[in-house]
């Protein structure tokens, strides 16, 4: 792992930006990489930009303004799902570099997962007994700037049942213990079987969502900002549901009928993200 996070404000997370460059920089030089790739990574793209090689960025939700006018602008190829109009990306110098692909990124890495039981061993869960998964608030995102009251309520409505909450950063984790009621684990857990076994998952954020969805969880978000095309596509289509009250929370046993998940070739992905490599060579 190169660098560390700096903290929450702009000024913090510009410095963060500028060490964490500088030393990817400084470790990528002598290893003569040819092509960046990341998802949603200034870092990446800037320490690109300072080797002169060409990147290819990543993303699934287009309002995150100040992050897409470093990546878009550096990168060669920008990929996003086809959900989000390509005009949205213009103003970020996204113009002739935007290459779509169907349905959701993680229907593509999760392709080939099938989930594992030993989590809900690991953290002493009854699987006869509803179970929901909680990821806490993005408090450190510049695009989710303000407290967000409905989750807290949420943590409430789900005090003494079987809710795993997942925090982000330690100062979280911290306050959902001192609460109590709730099943915080000490240590990174198989979040993606946890998802798969569970009943319910709430969360404010976007990743746990999406792959809930290509898991066939139920799903809510809490999410207070400005929503993206692709959580507008997911709630239009049935697929996620915007929780506007905890008293909407329902915690029961879902039926498990044949998995009906949608599995997309990873290759897919990778062919667009190397294609900013291809230009090059080709130019």
Avoid at 62 to 74: D, G, K, P
Avoid at 81 to 102: C, F, H, N, Q, T
Avoid at 197 to 226: K, Y
């Amino acid at each position: 792992m190169i660098g560390r996070h700096r903290g929450a404000g702009r000024a913090a997370k510009a410095r963060g930006l500028a060490s964490r460059s500088l030393a990817l920089a400084r470790w990528a030089r002598p290893r003569r990489f040819e092509l960046a790739i990341g998802h949603g990574s200034n870092d990446v793209t800037v320490a690109a930009a300072a080797l002169r090689i060409p990147a290819a960025t990543m993303f699934d939700y287009e309002w995150a303004t100040v992050q897409h006018n470093v990546n878009c602008r550096l990168a060669r190829t920008v990929v996003v799902p086809d959900a989000i109009p390509p005009e949205r990306l213009y103003r970020y110098g996204a113009r002739g570099k935007v290459r779509s692909y169907e349905g959701l990124k993680e229907e593509y890495y999760l392709a080939d997962f099938e989930p594992s039981s030993a989590v809900l061993d690991e953290l002493g869960l009854d699987p006869r007994e509803p179970i929901a998964v909680v990821r806490t608030p993005p408090a450190v995102s510049l695009y989710h700037r303000f407290e967000n009251q409905l989750f807290a309520s949420v943590l409430e409505r789900l005090r003494g049942t079987q809710a795993v909450v997942l925090p982000r950063v330690e100062s979280q984790r911290d306050e959902l213990l001192r609460g109590g009621g709730l099943i915080v684990p000490e240590r990174a857990i198989d979040a993606q079987s946890l998802i798969a076994h569970a009943d319910l998952v709430i969360s404010a954020g976007g990743t746990m969502n999406r792959e809930a969805v290509a898991l066939g969880t139920p799903v809510w978000t809490t999410f207070e900002g400005r929503l993206g095309a692709v959580d507008e596509r997911l709630i239009a289509d049935g697929r996620m549901r915007r929780l506007h009250s905890a008293d909407q929370i329902d915690l029961q046993k879902r039926e498990r009928g044949p998995a009906e998940r949608i599995r997309r070739d990873p290759a897919v992905l990778a062919e667009l993200l190397l294609a900013a490599g291809e230009a090059v060579q080709s130019a």
